[in-house]
């Protein structure tokens, strides 16, 4: 199956810095989701981005389909943008099922 | 705003007892999904629906765990008999192939296998 790669593991930010977060993946996409993994359990839609730019508040993501990456920009990061970053992508076999990296854990200290 | 809902939150249980989790999702979504993350881990799909139908239950242990969805609105994923290793988050996922097929999730039931 398609295989998602998301760097870096850990990062740990001063609050006000910013940031690139990084996700590889193997083959070719539908469909691409960034979430952001809430201290409860619950996922956080924060992209819908096969491809482009997209951009909500103090985030950003930029999908090349082409060359099978996507990167989440936060600017100004706060103490409750820490959390877990996930990305997952549907490959383009139109079976409309999600694979997961392994997410990117984000610590943002006062 | 359109919400999945999920139930119980948490639950924990002995092994070897069964257990069911609920899941209700967005009205109109014709796709279901039941994920499982361990921690540490992203979730990965157990079972998907096509409105009450199994489209792919390839990663569900099916010795064990059974999922149904027999109007094609809510959901049920049940575990008997649960074991220490099913210890996981579980996750309940929804979307429609006609607004585009974006995923939305659920709260998730926090399950502890003792």
């Known amino acids: 199956g398609i295989q998602v790669e998301q760097s870096p593991p850990d990062l740990i930010l001063q609050e006000g810095a910013n940031s690139t977060l990084r996700c590889n993946f193997s083959d070719s996409v539908n469909n691409l989701q960034w979430f952001h993994q809430n201290p409860w359990g619950q996922l956080i839609n924060l992209f819908y981005i096969p491809s482009g730019t997209k951009q909500n508040g103090r985030l950003s993501a930029t999908t090349v389909a082409t060359e099978r990456y996507s990167l989440l920009y936060i600017s100004s990061s706060q103490t409750t943008d820490s959390g877990v970053y996930f990305c997952a992508v549907e490959p383009g076999t139109n079976d409309y099922k999600l694979s997961f990296g392994a997410g990117t854990t984000v610590t943002v200290r006062a | 705003e359109a919400e999945v809902a999920q139930s119980p939150r948490y639950k924990i249980t002995e092994k070897s007892q069964a257990v069911a989790f609920w899941c209700d999702p967005i009205s109109g979504h014709a796709t279901l999904y039941w994920y499982r993350q361990i921690l540490g881990q992203g979730p990965e799909l157990l079972v998907q629906f096509q409105d009450e139908s199994v489209v792919d239950d390839s990663q569900l242990p099916k010795d064990r765990f059974s999922a149904e969805r027999l109007k094609g609105v809510d959901s049920t994923l049940k575990i008997q008999p649960a074991e220490l290793g099913d210890s996981a988050m579980y996750l309940c996922?929804?979307?429609?192939?006609?607004?585009?097929?974006?995923?939305?999730f659920g709260p998730g039931t926090r399950l502890t296998v003792l």
């Open positions: 996922a929804s979307s429609s192939r006609l607004l585009g097929g974006e995923q939305f």
